[in-house]
Each structure stands twice: as structure tokens, then as C-alpha cells.
């Protein structure tokens, strides 16, 4: 019989709590650590339509990326959707555990997986923030390197690999050799993954005046799209849920996708 | 067919929102505005043994004068009490109201209940913060008057008339004549209470120095309990309801009862 | 003869400093109010390149949209953009003015330029910060109407519109009506616009968040590039400047493009 | 010849300094450490009849509990009460030094004192924040054993032993074992009491929800008075100064008592 | 018979409480309201010197222009300065009352009596705070005129009218003609009173920048001494007390002068 | 050929970054560290006049003590001396240096010059605030020794070493043994010159309540002015410069003197 309990800890092996921002908010943020799992769902956000997903195929666990509480809630109404999906997973009896930037920063989480999509060698990280138990560096980037291609060349292998609808990004007027990425909004590296010494860096969220920071500097900057560049680990984690449990039965949610498309 | 929604409408005329205080939590704080209800529970608090009453009964809101969420939090897990009582809630499909400092405040509130139920006449609003569309003004403390007592009567009178297992006082050295009254912990006000020419103050949560700061200020102070000074208000906010909603079936909690007892 | 404070205090009066928010940098930021003008160069950004190229042409005046020092500098070096600006501005002897959200909010400014490109009609001020002196409402987004066209449709019109390299959306499940513009990073006035009753949003810099918070409140909601949302005022200030000063002559940047680009 | 130096360096080693809360005042907080002297007087509160009491008997120095001066304050005249108790001390020429948290927090202090009075056994500091230069652990709270009773059989010792009026308290549902003690206002360290296993807790000063909080978490909850479980300390602490300073008179005010009453 | 409120009481006509700045803490510090006066004694300061000339004349109130509590003390020791005045004032039976920037600020307060003995003429009060209950402008800075002389000349007239041992001053490069004068440290009101065209600033407590600021400016700025400028009103004071209280003795500190010197 | 970049290694092995105070801003602030230099003026402010008489010279860097930046300017136009320096420095394209706070308290800096000049033996750093790479404490305030005079007798010393217009000083009631020196506004390091043992401490804009704070501490407080207190390490400065760049033209100004006078 596995719990709820028995998910977090192992979560906790993959991403420790202790590697999480100061301000995030992650672990068993609903329902109830003794409940017995059968069935887990697993996606990156947590929204209303990914819990009724859940509570249709009978879920007894939601685990996501994005927390399903960030800003703590002074009620938890159908007037908006965090309450909606709130109350969703409780009439449905479904826990809700998370990994946010624990896992962006986990040796093995979002940005390893991103780093391998986009395939760079050599991978490291950059300016870690420790090392883990195996004494692993761990961290928010990642960098790497790529076989020297044309900036034109490399957008098109983002774009396949990531599966992006388009891309947005700056020339910063070099080939690409050495690669910077941070799913999310990571732009605010940017001036760690010049200082470096990267030619390219690939993350989503971007801002103009990042865009114009980024050619200043002679970085090329990616934004391939914070859904795209974070939705890599899904399947991954999915997978390592499956093999530690194997009688639980795990599931990737099939209806979340990004809303954002391009023209 | 009643909604959840009139019944936050009708408590909004009872206490309205703009006299709660700026730290306070109130309102709809569980469920939905567009729940029907047939059933609905009052309580003092929204505690888990009240919250589990009420689904038995089979409830479709709870209505409470203390906030199920006071800090707002962030997770809602069988952790702790308050994620306990909403998890309580929401399974069993109740949506949950309170009316707190504002229902403090407002004319016919817990401070008028508390006052008539001592015994005051001429009961006004002290310091009041303004006064409400009928031109009546409200504010948190009540001061009347009663024919000139013995303090240790009047202890009698109240310890009878709250139902109090026992009473905490200081002696101000005066018989008992006029009188103000703020239910649960209100011993904030006394030196307003004192500078108001009362000689006695009923209140609750009376602490060490509040009590010197009385006997220094020369005035009785009376703590006869949070339970006790606010639980009157809940039989008088189920009859309204009642009389408002006469279809809707309304029931005054049973098991609730205060957990301090004296020795 | 004209000087730089003529100039200001013709741009006083199209964007009034009073109508600027509280954080930002505007008016006379570099140079001398007593400096004679005889050519001006207009452009959004006074990025070094534009202070080159205004210098080459021996420009007296740069008036652009964003200021020149937003963060005030501890120095002014060649080692940032900011400082290679200002050196190449002094060096050149050429003073900056800027207007940026006192000319977003201003009537006839950056918004309403924006509002009257992407072809809205009854345009108004969406939530009125003030009115100016000729009884004006004037604050930053407005909304205006179009003839009910598919959303589809409305993006092509706004690609072709503004001149974007591509657009990002999302799809808020409406046609296009009633439609809110706000040249910049205005997204966080995604609510306002939602509670107003308008079904699409033009902005820029919009984050992933964002997107869906559109998605769940049925907006749809365009990115349409910073650049290309606020570009399209400067030739309606350089025109403006020229019939006001018609012994100075007035420029446009050529060479500042927008940096970024989609594939 | 003993001076106020003499005195405030030996409480110094009962009570270091370095034990207080950072909030806290204490010491020597007014007169002289010069001052000679031969008459002490030790009470649990510099109040303005015990400051009186103190200047009929001629004494050149009050020891206290609680600090003269908590809030610094703006004027000392005969308006409140704490200008009256320095007016008073230093018309009469008495020092005034007082040890609190220090004293709250040190071995063989108030705490120590109360656990001893309710007759625990194998005390120890809980969660000690340090060890003292004898290295024995300090910290504010006590924990330790008594042979296992019911609540009701402890309630009558505590009472008896401290010579309480009353006692106010909550039935956590558990016989009496592991028993922590603070004097004064300690419930707010009602968790880390629970998380240490102790069934019962003794302390002052309890609110409302403090008390459901012990009912939650399964804790008997005893409130046993500010006065009535810290005062014991002064009779240590007196005999303590005569021992130390035998050619000096010392002296328990006679006059202090506790100003609130159980009815 | 005549008390310190009395007293108080027409300080306050004087000075009125409403005219002093926020931090500063003026009124009755120390004694009681109630106390009998048949003694006053005037000083500038209320320094350990001033008290004791005070207690050694017999003196039961000390009225002076700086406040003997600024920094809320969390002792009264004779360890410090504060301390040691405050027990010599108690110990002695001596009530102290201040006006310090309400006295700066009235109508014939410190900065009116120190324009006249600058000989000012057409005395105004620059950029006034407000109107008192005469009508009469109240504020910091008072500005009036001379017939014009060189710097030079003024110098010396300053010298002679304030008993200076010395001056410092900065030469601005202008003759005397509108001067602004503000008794002890009002070098930070420089701007404002270049922008209201005075040539010429007298105040104490100059520092290096400061100089530097009013050359820049063009202004004189003369530096005679926080002492030697605010002085002139205590005697003014004494004289307005002894003929207000008739029956009441006023004596001015024989003892104060200030402690600075020139070299 | 030598850059600024040169000069600022120089002074940083002379002053390092790391002994700045947390507030200060020290550096290149302006213009380019890549520029040559063939001509460095040398100054202790870089006031608008330095900086012109640095261009009339034909100076490519300015090496003073004070900032030409401290408060960050949210524009640089001629409308403030802070704006005309750097335009008038960046026009004539020269680059500007300072070393402040570490210059005070580097070995060999400000202090250790000033104690020179009046004379001390056997100096030190009073509280250091750590030592250097070459083992020597560091640290803002000096003390020495000098063979036991009157107060009046170093006074006299102090104006002819420094060539004071004038001094101002209180006495602290002892001859002259222990000196503490302390360049510019120093005078809160006093307690501590105090507790060191020193009977004179020499600063510069020392306020009345510093002066009376000395008088009650028995300690000589005397200021000799700020420019006459730091402008001593300006030759020393300009020495060691040239010394290290022989091929570079280094120069004091000529017209760099105190605006201050005494009178």
C-alpha cells in the first residue's frame, strides 16, 4: 500500500526541499499525507481543468510543477481559479504535491532535462548554489555545448526539440558553441550567463528591455515559451514515479497544453 | 430556492463589511455564492468537531462569527486544524460565512447582545467609528447603566447571566454603575473605557498588566470569558436568519461549547 | 532662436509630468535647458546607437519615449549601455528629453496613437486617472471598438497594423468587439480590461501567468511587442514638433529597429 | 561597604545578560551603581506602592522582577504610573535593578523555582538556547515528571502549591506525566511543548485560542496566574542576597500581592 | 498660588505644541503638572550644570528651549549626562518644561527675537507652515532686510549684536541686503532661501558641503554658533514669565554660556 | 602608455575597495578605464571650478578624495553643481577617480598624513577595523602621542600645521598627551576616543551637542575645519602618483582652496 507520504518522500530525493527559492512554495500543499494512492496524475500545472482531468480518470494524486497555492488564499471560492482547483481536488479526495524551483534546480530536474532536449554536451552548472548528498553541483542553469552551428540553424533545433508553436529572440551576433538555458523566467541570469562566457541563452518570459540587454552584451536570447521549455520533465518524473511505484498506475495529463499560440 | 449568495447579502445588512477591522477576514470564505441551501448550521467557531456536526446534519452552510481562514494559508492538508475544518467543509459540499469584527461593531451585534444580556440600559455605542445608513453609529465597545451595585453582585449577575463556569476581576475599588462592554478581547480600550467615566468593564483575555493598569486607573475588570461574552449573539443571528429565510432550516450548533474551564 | 526649454515646455503640455507615475524618470535628463536647438532626432529608445547616429547628424536634441537614466547611475563609464549613451550624448553636446508615462496616459499620447492604429472607433480612457486641463480623461489603457471580426482575423489586422515580425496569444474563446490596448508592459491591467467588458487585450511583454489568467477570464489576450506597440508615437511626435518648431529641423531615427525578432 | 555595583555584578551571575530576550530591559535601570547600600527590597513589580513601601522602610535599592521601564519613556512625571514609581525611587534615593527574561531563562531561576514548586522531577531546560559557563543548559522553558495523576488530582496541587485563587485551564484528555512550566506568558510556546511530549503545561496569561489549540493538540492547558507562578522567585532570590551579602538587610516586600480574583 | 500647569499653560500660548516637528518632545518632561511654583529658573539647556544652579537657588521649575529627554532613555543612571540631570531635577523636587522647535517656530519665538537682534527690518517668516489663532504666519526661517552693506560689515554687526567669540562663513559675492536668519542648526532650509532671493543666511552647525552649497548658490552663509543664536530668547522668555506671573520669582542660569570657543 | 585603468590598480593598492564604508561610492566614476593618460590633476573635491581649471590644463583624469558622484542623479544637466562638473568633465573628455572613506582609512591615507602634520609619535589605529595584506591594521581614527602641552599650546600648533584661518574647540579641563585625529566629519567616533584614553581628539563639522558631549567626557574636541583636516593627503597623493607614472604629468590644483572663513 503506498501513501501519499510514500510519494512525497521520494520527491523530496529527487528535488530537496532545501534547494527551493526562499519565496516558493512546494511539497503536499492539499489533502492528506495518510491517504492511499492508486492512481497519479502528473502535469505541469495544476489549473481546473488539469484537477477535473484528474478526478475523472479517478486520481488519488495530483504532482505538477507549479504549486496549486503560491499566493496563500484568504478564501477558497469558485470566484477564481485557485479556489476552483482547491476545491476540485478536495471534493474529489485528491492530494496535491509539487515541485517547483527545487526542481528546476535539482541535479536530474527541469533544467538537466531541457539542457539534454536542446542537446548540449558537457553539461554544468552555472554558479551552483551547492552540492547535493552524491555531492552534485545543483543550481538554477544549466550550460553546455553544441557543435558550432549558424544562430539560425540552432532556432530551428529548439523549435523541433521543444516542440515550440514559434520562437522569440535577439541576434546577439555570434555562432552557437557555448549554451546557456533556465526554463521559466530565467532572463535575469543573463548577465551570469554573459560574465560565462556563453553565446546563447535559451529561456521564455523575456521582456524587451532583457531582449535589449541580451545584444548589448552579444548574447543571443531564446524564448522558446515557459510551457515549452518546462514541459520536458513531465514525462521524465512521470517515468521515475512509475518505476519506484510500479503498482501505482501513473498518467500524464492529456489535455494540458500551452494557451499561448503564435501568428 | 435560497442561495448562498442571499445569505451573505442579508448577513451584509446585518454587519456589513466596511465595519470590520482592516486585519480581519470576512464573508464568503469556503464554497460557493451559487450554492443552494436548505440547511444552515451557526456556530461561534468553525472548529473541525463543528464543521463535522454540521455534515452530519446534513448542512449546506456554516455560519460562524470567528473566520475558518484568519491567516491565509499555505496548504490545506490534515495537518493542522484549520486545514482539517476545510477539507471537513468542502468534501461535504458546505460552503462556510462568518461575520466577525463587524458583526462587533454593528448595532444589534455581539456588543448589544452582550449588553442586554448583563443587564445595561442606556446602552450606547463608545468612541463611536461612525454610523450607519440609518443613521445609528457603531463601534466596538458598548457603555450603559445599572442601578448601583457591589462589585460582588454584580459578579453574580454576570457569572448567571453568561453561563460562566467562573470569572477572572480586579477590584477598582467602586461600586458598579456604569458599565462597558466589549466581548472576546477587548481589554485594549480600557484607558477609553476609563476616560469614558465607567467604573466597570466586562471583557475577556485579560492580561497581567491589563489587570494593574485597572486597579491603577481605578476601574473593575471583569473577565468573564471569550466564549462566553460572544456566544449570546449566536441564538440571536440563527433566529434572524430564521425569520429571513423561513424555508431554510436553521440549527444552532450543539456541541459547541466553550473548552476553558475553571478550578 | 529655439532652446532645449522651449522644447520642454512644448512637451510639458502634449505629456504633463503631473500625469507620469510615480517611479518614473521624465523631462530634461541630460544636457542644458539653455542650449540652442536647431536639430532635433526623435526615437523611442536613446540606446548608444541612437546617440551615435543622432550625433553623426549633429542633432542638438534627443527626445525619445524612455528615459535615458531610469536607475540613477553611481557612474558614468563606458562599461554600461546607460553610460556609453550619456558620454556619447555630452560628448556630442546633445541634451535628452524624454516623455514616457506621463505620454502613455497623456490624450493623443503613445495609447491613443496605438488605439487609432489598430483601427478602434469610440475610443475612451479606461479608468480615468484624472482630466486634464481642457477636461480631457487621460490615464493609461484605452478601449475602443471594431466591427465584430474573428479573432483570427484581428490578429492579421494588428500584425499588419503595428508591422509585427509575429504576434503571441491566447485564445479567450470570443470574437473581437470591444478591444483594450496598452502599449508597453501592461498586463497587469488584464482585470480592469476583463471588468470592463472587453473581449481582447493588445499589449505586450506578457508572461506566461498572464496568458492563462486571460484564458480563464475569457479574454483574448495579444502580444503584439513592446517595440511595435509604442513605436508608431514617435512619428506623431516628430510631426508634432516640426508644425510647433518649424525653424528646427526634426528627425527620425532611422537605424532603431526593433531587436527582436520570431521564427 | 556594599555599593549598587556590588549587587548588580552578583545578580549578573545568577542572571547574565546575555540570557534576556532582545526586546527586553534590564539591569540597572535607575539610580546609581555608586550608591552604598545597606536595605533591599525584592519584589516581583516596581509598582508605585511597592516603590512607596520601599522608600517607608528606608531602602537604598529594589529588586524586581519586572523592569521600571519596559517602553522607554518621553516625560517621567505623575501622569502615569511608571513616572510616579521613578518619581517615587528617586525622590527617596532608592537604585532600582531588575533581572526578567534573564531570570525567566537562567538555571535556578523563575522557572526552575515554579517547576520545583509543582514538584517536578528530572527537570530540564526544552529546547535550551544555550549552556552557561557552568555548561548547564538555559532556556525559558521547563519540562520534567511527576508519578502519573489525573488532571483534576494536578489541578488541586498547582493550586495549592502556588496559592492561586483560582486556576483556568483545558482538558487536553490526558492524565498527568510530562509536565512543562512557564511562568508568565508562555503559551505561545505551546507547540514546541507538545512536540516534546509533555501532556501538561503550566503558564499565564492564556487566550482564547490558545486554549483550543492545547485541545487540538491534545495538551492539558493550566493557567495559573502571572503573579502566582512567577512570585516564588522572589523569596529565592532575596535569600540568595542575604546569603551573598550578609552585613546588608533584606527584605520581601510585604505589601505586593496579585490584584486579580477568581469569582 | 500658582502651578506648573499654570505655567504650562501659557508656554503654550506662547509656543503652541501644534508648531513643533514630529520627532521632537517638548511640554512638561519631568515633575507634575501640580506641583506649587514660587521659583523658575530660564536656561537654553537643561545640562547636569544648569539642574544643579537650579536645585542650589531653590528653583521648583526649570524652563528651558532643548527638551532634558530627546532619545527616550531606557535608564536613568548617572552613567550619562540625561541621567544625571534628571536625578538632580527629582531628587531636588524640580519640575522641567521645555519649548524647543514650537519656540523656534511661534511668532516672537527664537528665530523673531534673533532677526531683531540682527537687526532686521520688514521681518517675515519664509515659506510659512501656517497661521496661528491671530492670523499671525508661524515657520522656521525668518527673513528681513538691512540697509546694504559689505559682507564685511555685516559680520562685525553680527559679532557685536550676538557677543560671538568668533564666526565662520562662506563669502556668496554679493552685498547685504535680504537676509534669513535661523537660530541653531538650519543650514538644511539653504535652498529655500536662495530660491526666496535672500543674499545672506545666519545659522550654527555648518558643515563642509554646506559651504560649499551656498557659495554655489551665491548666498553668504555665516555660521555664529548654535549657542549664540538661539540664547537671545531666553531672556525674552524669563521677562515674558516674571511679568505673566508677577508673584512668582524668574531668574536666568548665571552658570550656562557656551562651551565652544574660537582659536 | 598608461591607462586610467593603470592609475585605478595604483590606487587601489594604495586604498582598497574593500576598506570603503557600505554607504560611500569610490572609483571610476566617470569616463572610461580604456582611456590614455598623459596629464592627472590632483584635488580634494572635484568641484565645477577643479574640474575646468583640470580642462584648461588639459588634464585626461581627475584623482581627488571626495565623489563627483555620491547621491546618484536622476539627470546630469548644468542646473546643479553636481550635473556641470560631469558635463564639463565628460566634454573635455577626462576621466574621474576618487578614493574616500578608504582613503581615510587606508595605512598611509588621510589620517596617517593628518597625524602627521599635527605632530603625533607612536600612531596608531584606534579600533581597527582589520589589517591588510601586508599585515597593518586599518581603520578610520588615529592616536598618538606628543610630549605633554597646554591646550592652548596645540591649538596654536594645530592652526600653523594645517594653515587654519581659524579654530574651533571646547575644553575638556587636561593638558594635551593623547591625540585623536579623524579628517572630516569624524566627531561620532568621540565615545570612542573617549574610551581609548586620548584627551584631544582633532576633527572638523563637529555640532553643538558633540561639543558639550567632550566638555562632559573630559576630552579637548577640536575642529580644524574639513578641507584643513583632509587636504594634507592631496600632496601626498599627488606624490606617490607621480612616483608610480613617471611618464605621466601629474599636478595638484592650484585653485582648489576652503570656501570657509573665519571671522
Tied chains: 1, 2, 3, 4, 5, 6.
Excluded at 492528506?32 to 495544476?46: F, N, R, Y
Excluded at 530536474?109 to 555531492?135: F, I, M, T
Excluded at 516542440?163 to 549554451?179: A, F, H, M
Aim: net charge negative.
Amino acid at each position: 500500500m503506498t501513501t501519499v507520504n510514500d510519494i512525497l518522500k521520494y520527491i523530496e530525493t529527487l528535488a530537496p526541499k532545501s534547494m527551493k527559492e526562499h519565496w516558493d512554495n512546494v511539497g503536499l500543499l492539499c489533502g492528506s499525507a495518510k491517504q492511499e494512492v492508486s492512481k497519479i496524475m502528473v502535469a505541469l500545472d495544476p489549473f481546473e481543468s488539469v484537477c477535473k482531468e484528474a478526478a475523472d480518470w479517478g486520481a488519488d494524486l495530483l504532482v505538477t510543477h507549479h504549486p496549486v497555492i503560491f499566493q496563500a488564499p484568504k478564501a477558497i471560492t469558485d470566484d477564481d481559479g485557485v479556489g476552483r482547483s482547491l476545491l476540485q481536488l478536495i471534493r474529489s479526495n485528491i492530494s496535491a504535491i509539487n515541485a517547483h524551483t527545487n526542481l528546476d534546480c535539482a541535479p536530474g530536474g527541469v533544467n538537466d532535462v531541457l539542457a539534454a532536449k536542446v542537446g548540449l554536451s558537457h553539461v554544468q552548472v552555472l554558479c551552483p548554489n551547492g552540492v547535493d548528498e552524491e555531492g552534485r553541483p545543483w543550481g538554477l542553469i544549466r550550460c553546455g555545448e553544441v557543435t558550432s552551428v549558424s544562430l539560425q540553424q540552432f532556432l530551428s533545433r529548439v523549435k523541433a526539440a521543444l516542440g515550440c508553436d514559434g520562437l522569440r529572440y535577439t541576434d546577439g551576433g555570434k555562432p552557437v558553441c557555448k549554451v546557456a538555458v533556465g526554463g521559466g523566467s530565467c532572463a535575469s541570469a543573463l548577465r551570469q550567463v554573459a560574465d560565462a562566457g556563453c553565446d546563447t541563452f535559451v529561456t521564455a518570459d523575456v521582456k524587451y528591455n532583457q531582449f535589449w540587454d541580451a545584444k548589448e552584451l552579444g548574447v543571443n536570447l531564446i524564448d522558446a515559451g515557459h510551457f515549452a521549455t518546462e514541459n520536458p520533465v513531465v514525462a521524465v518524473l512521470a517515468a521515475k514515479l512509475q518505476v519506484a511505484f510500479p503498482d501505482v498506475e501513473v498518467k500524464i495529463s492529456e489535455i494540458h497544453a500551452d494557451c499561448m499560440k503564435f501568428y
